[in-house]
């Protein structure tokens, strides 16, 4: 069995709120489209032929949909998937990003964040790779301080019971210069 590579999109509905909105949004404006069309096609109908009732005009209407309408219902399924395609090109990124900006809260994200060939919205990839590499940055300062810390509440040096500089506080002043803090 051929494995698919992960960077391949797998799934065309990828948030369920977005895209069903944008779905639902299409068909009603496909919807209120068709009807005005029918509705101009009767009037077009029975202002054209004055001897004629309204029935007759729907029924002439009726009788000329097979010509219309068998393309209508095969387009749709079309103009869904293509919609689906489309928005996953920005649903997608955004749930991705959603996903690792999780990840990251949780201290979990290993690796940097990029988007498929075609997505929408590639430069917050980039933006978050620099905030999540500051934030790892960060969190071994700040881990390697309080390690410092910890070892040095052990062991008291009698030098620095004399001291009056705050050593700790200067490093982290020089840190956070060095990031553009």
């Not at 698919?4 to 779905?23: A, E, K, M, N, Y």
């Not at 810390?149 to 052990?154: A, G, L, P, Q």
Request: charged fraction near 30%; hydrophobic fraction near 40%.
């Amino acid at each position: 069995m051929i494995q698919r590579p992960t960077f391949l999109r797998q799934q065309l509905l990828i948030d369920h709120h977005v895209q069903g909105s944008l779905l639902r949004r299409t068909a009603l404006y496909s919807a209120a489209c068709a009807v005005y069309f029918i509705v101009i096609l009767i009037f077009t109908e029975s202002m054209s032929r004055s001897d004629t009732t309204l029935v007759e005009a729907i029924e002439r209407c009726i009788d000329e949909a097979i010509y219309w309408a068998p393309g209508l219902i095969l387009l749709a399924p079309l103009v869904a998937y293509d919609m689906l395609k489309l928005t996953n090109r920005f649903a997608g990124p955004m749930f991705r990003l959603r996903r690792e900006m999780q990840r990251l809260a949780n201290g979990e994200c290993e690796r940097p964040l990029t988007f498929r060939d075609g997505d929408y919205w590639t430069e917050f990839a980039d933006v978050f790779n620099q905030l999540r590499d500051e934030l790892e940055e960060l969190r071994e300062f700040k881990k390697s301080t309080e390690l410092k810390k910890s070892s040095k509440s052990h062991i008291i040096k009698p030098a620095a019971l004399f001291s009056t500089e705050d050593t700790e506080a200067d490093e982290t002043d020089d840190f956070l210069a060095s990031i553009g803090g």
